[in-house]
């Protein structure tokens, strides 16, 4: 009730303000599980990218860009949202309960798995102002991204991974294709149709690639082709690799209908992904581990973002951003107001994008009251122990500064990202009054979002030394 | 019209030659020298004859080309001594390595000066003529006759330059309407037709076909419409790590770049394309690589069939015209190329796609029909051959070696056994190199070095050996200089590689920058 009575006053307040004519088409492209340095542009030697490195080129690259969060359902629902996790409770994927109970010491914060209908996404936003929304892609949300703001699904629907890669696709929102389609590809098609289709009108697609999530699913010859080239120390996995490549020649695909019918001026194409790489099949190096956890290879994500007629190419930003600015960027955009009732965490991007000057200092956060455990069978160290990616906490990034914090022991660590984007040497001990201040930072904008913080002890947890 | 009109004329040429044949037949036969025509293209490598095996033998269009080997002798290993067009040109006349010819790349001009085969069998009775692409950049010299393309010359309307308007400004040039090897068949036809029955000839026809950009004429515009072309086991070679390569090579995808260029603006790119616009930049790079792979392909091949048909007219008018008999048929190619193997296209390169020529001979006379040939002859051996057959003696200068008795099937003992082989138009991607082959192995030096050379990149590579055997790998697809296996063959290659470059006199004394190269790694 409470959110239809918002819409409806959101929209009065539209259209007593007048739409503006030129609002820009927004294409937001996001690579599931893609790594900050799964791109030839952030760094790779194996992996092959030409038609992302040239987006790159011709729009505004940052270095530092962030997820809202380490793993898919809890970023995607910061980034419709424009919330923190605290306050619509998406902290993890499934159960926070992952892991061995025997391990875990204590009761971790129930998780929340659907997006609540009380949220009011950027897609609403968009699509009460006037824009056609879409989604394509993996949803992950609820049921279908119908119910959130978008007039179009293809494809989506609550899983986090397609079931095959190669038609059939079992997936209640897709129509199966040939026997052997590759559904990059497919999601492509859609969305060069739905290009076509709407090019006179304003929209937003959300494309939201499945790939390069599990289960690995390459195209044969590609796989073959990277099985011949030398593999780098930490890329070289021959299927992960060709399916890289395959998606960035979808992305080629999509930027090339886009310039073929001539919106690339009056398009603010977003090119990104949801949370860091999947260690065990792309390593993340120099950042510390990968997905799930919550050092830098877990959240740091690449961010390109491209408006021909507004943002300077060849453009490179250090500044730290998250996948929460988008929907204030958004709502700058398009001249609207942001709302009484839903808070926004993040800031508009325009100063930066279009080179007019700097953002309010702030800082970013991540709460993350929940285990998530450690891929099977792979033992490999996670940052902080060998059988969770990671365990309940909170980090914080201020400046150069990275601040984390786990509840089961306290622990505090801090580092220098400038001289130590590796996160190896725990500065805590060594700066106490800036932990301290920082700890502060952390603990108020906890206690601003009400972010709980679990304390129950787990009566199944065996102490083991 | 045309050719109703010509095969009268023809049959009247026939008619005349029986005539005076008649009165004296004998003798003539006996004393009459052979005339010479060598027909030669452009890039048309022996993948694409059908007579060299490969995966495109049973889809080029090659009844002429078999016509003339099943009627004579096909060579297996003709080498070229610089696989690109105007150094290679300019080796076929003089009979001398690039470092004797001064012709050395793309940009070099052949000096009028430069003693060459027309030269010397004009001054021995022979009527010569040169017909179709030239590229040597200054005017033919020691020819009755010429009628040379501009340049590169263009496949649609070429326009041909003759000693009437050579030094003249371009609009006095003449334009041919029709196609390139059409209208080059069709010069040299004329020109047989007009010279004297009673002396020897010397014709070169040479066709701008099948270079880049690969076109054909509206007749083959349907052929491989509907099919794909098998692809060559290398296509999908795409890097140096594959094979062991220092360098990178032409690929596939420089075609494709270039395709897209022409496409995106046909007015300003240096050449036209057939079936554009061609695109490959939404695809994978397997896609994207399959894609111009099969474009490309066919165009060539296209392009080949229109220089077969072509050889079957001149075949025809030989045979009706009575000339056959005592006229030598050669086709040739000026070099290789490769056609999609280790994913690249262009030439230069001494790997065998792009080294070999490929070669027949018909002259009933004295050459066996039917029969290969696996001697190694080299492109300076060319003029050799003419001038052996002209019954002229060959002058010092030219470097090359008559093969004409291999060709009866009598190879002599002291028959060459290695080929010596340098491309000098350094680029990173194609490094300046040099190397021998023998009938087992390859050993390549790529220095790396642009030298004083036109046309080249001062950007140098890191020398790099590159070693290949021949018989466990005849598609050169595993550099095995570092294979300890071969450790004693390579450095015997090395001494027969410094003994070859000594022979033909190209040891880079007058490069410092090489001679510290070559003292570091000789051993």
Avoid at chain 1, 132 to 161: C, R, V, Y
Avoid at chain 1, 369 to 387: C, E, F, M, V
């Amino acid at each position: 009730m409470k959110k239809e009575l918002l819409l409806t006053l959101l929209s009065l307040f539209i259209l007593t303000s007048g739409i503006s004519q030129d609002k820009p088409n927004i294409v937001y492209i996001n690579i599931d599980d893609l790594g900050w340095t799964d791109l030839a542009c952030y760094g790779s030697s194996y992996y092959e990218t030409p038609n992302i490195d040239r987006l790159k080129a011709m729009g505004m690259q940052f270095t530092d860009a962030y997820a809202s969060a380490a793993n898919c359902a809890p970023s995607r629902a910061g980034l419709l949202s424009g919330q923190y996790s605290p306050r619509h409770g998406v902290y993890t994927v499934n159960s926070s309960e992952r892991g061995k109970a025997t391990d875990r010491k204590l009761i971790p914060i129930p998780n929340t798995n659907t997006l609540n209908d009380s949220i009011i996404t950027i897609a609403e936003v968009l699509k009460k102002s006037g824009y056609i929304t879409a989604s394509m892609g993996k949803w992950h949300l609820g049921e279908d991204p119908k119910s959130q703001g978008f007039d179009i699904n293809i494809g989506g629907t609550h899983a986090g991974h397609p079931k095959s890669y190669f038609s059939p696709y079992k997936n209640k929102n897709l129509e199966d294709g040939p026997i052997g389609e590759y559904l990059t590809d497919r999601l492509t098609n859609e969305a060069i149709s739905f290009l076509n289709t709407y090019k006179t009108d304003t929209f937003f697609l959300y494309m939201t690639y499945y790939t390069v999530h599990t289960p690995l699913g390459g195209k044969k010859d590609l796989i073959q082709k990277y099985q011949n080239k030398t593999a780098s120390q930490h890329h070289n996995n021959a299927t992960y690799a060709a399916m890289i490549e395959a998606m960035d020649s979808n992305v080629g695909r999509l930027i090339n209908t886009l310039e073929e019918l001539n919106l690339t001026d009056n398009t603010l194409i977003i090119f990104t992904s949801d949370n860091g790489g999947l260690q065990h099949v792309s390593g993340q190096q120099p950042l510390k581990y990968g997905k799930g956890a919550y050092y830098e290879g877990g959240t740091r994500v690449p961010l390109i973002i491209r408006w021909d007629a507004k943002i300077k190419a060849k453009t490179v930003s250090k500044t730290p951003v998250i996948n929460l600015d988008f929907y204030p960027t958004f709502l700058e955009l398009i001249e609207q107001q942001t709302f009484n009732d839903q808070i926004l965490d993040g800031q508009s991007l325009l100063p930066i994008l279009f080179d007019q000057g700097k953002i309010k200092d702030r800082s970013l956060f991540w709460h993350f009251p929940i285990y998530l455990q450690a891929i099977k069978g792979l033992n490999i160290n996670t940052g902080r122990d060998s059988n969770f990616r990671t365990r309940p906490g909170s980090t914080m990034r201020y400046g150069k500064w990275k601040l984390h914090q786990y509840f089961e022991d306290a622990a505090i660590e801090l580092y220098d990202l400038d001289k130590d984007i590796s996160e190896t040497t725990n500065l805590a001990q060594k700066h106490p009054i800036k932990t301290r201040k920082l700890l502060k930072k952390l603990e108020d904008w906890r206690a601003k979002t009400e972010a709980p913080i679990p304390t129950e002890p787990n009566p199944k947890y065996i102490k083991t030394n | 019209m045309r050719t109703n009109k010509l095969s009268y004329i023809t049959s009247i040429i026939g008619l005349i030659i029986c005539f005076a044949c008649a009165s004296d037949k004998k003798e003539i036969i006996e004393d009459k020298k052979p005339n010479i025509l060598f027909i030669m293209s452009d890039d048309h490598t022996s993948q694409a004859w059908g007579i060299y095996d490969g995966v495109l033998k049973d889809y080029v269009q090659n009844q002429n080309i078999e016509r003339l080997a099943n009627q004579g002798v096909v060579l297996n290993n003709a080498f070229c001594t610089n696989s690109i067009c105007v150094p290679s040109r300019a080796a076929i006349l003089t009979g001398q390595y690039s470092n004797k010819n001064g012709v050395y790349t793309l940009s070099d001009a052949l000096n009028p000066d430069s003693l060459n085969i027309a030269k010397l069998l004009t001054n021995n009775g022979y009527q010569s003529a040169i017909i179709g692409k030239w590229h040597l950049k200054k005017e033919p010299s020691g020819f009755d006759y010429y009628n040379i393309l501009h340049d590169q010359g263009r496949y649609w309307d070429p326009i041909l330059r003759t000693s009437e308007n050579f030094h003249k400004d371009p609009e006095a040039w003449d334009v041919h309407k029709g196609f390139s090897t059409d209208v080059i068949t069709d010069l040299s036809l004329k020109w047989l037709d007009t010279i004297s029955k009673e002396q020897p000839f010397l014709l070169m026809t040479h066709f701008k076909a099948t270079h880049e950009p690969f076109d054909y004429p509206e007749r083959f515009n349907d052929l491989y419409k509907d099919i794909d072309i098998p692809e060559p086991e290398s296509l999908f070679d795409f890097s140096t790590e594959t094979t062991g390569r220092s360098f990178i090579g032409q690929q596939l995808e420089n075609l494709s770049w270039r395709y897209e260029q022409a496409s995106n603006d046909p007015d300003k790119w240096w050449c036209k394309y057939p079936g554009l616009p061609f695109y490959t930049n939404e695809m994978d790079s397997i896609t994207a690589r399959k894609a111009v792979y099969q474009k490309f392909v066919k165009d060539f091949m296209r392009s080949g069939a229109a220089i077969d048909d072509n050889i079957g007219r001149i075949l025809d008018y030989l045979e009706t015209s009575g000339l056959a008999e005592n006229t030598i048929v050669i086709y040739t190619a000026d070099q290789g190329y490769f056609l999609g193997e280790h994913g690249f296209f262009d030439k230069r390169l001494i790997y065998d796609e792009s080294l070999r020529m490929p070669f027949v001979i018909r002259y009933p006379k004295e050459i066996p029909a039917g029969k290969r040939i696996d001697d190694i002859i080299l492109n300076i051996d060319f003029p050799a051959l003419f001038a052996d057959y002209a019954g002229v003696d060959l002058p010092s200068s030219m470097q090359g070696e008559s093969f004409r008795e291999n060709l009866k099937g009598q190879t002599p003992k002291d028959w060459r056994t290695t080929a010596y082989y340098r491309y000098w138009q350094h680029y990173p991607v194609r490094p300046g190199h040099f190397g021998i082959r023998n009938a087992n192995y390859k050993l390549a030096f790529f220095y790396g070095q642009a030298l004083d050379m036109t046309g080249s990149s001062k950007e140098t590579t890191v020398p790099a050996w590159e070693f290949y055997d021949m018989n466990k790998d005849p598609k050169e697809n595993h550099n095995a200089y570092n294979d300890p296996e071969y450790a004693e063959i390579i450095q015997e290659m090395k001494i027969e590689l410094q003994k070859q470059r000594a022979i033909y006199g190209d040891t880079d004394s007058k490069y410092p920058e090489m001679q510290e190269i070559l003292n570091e790694v000789w051993n």
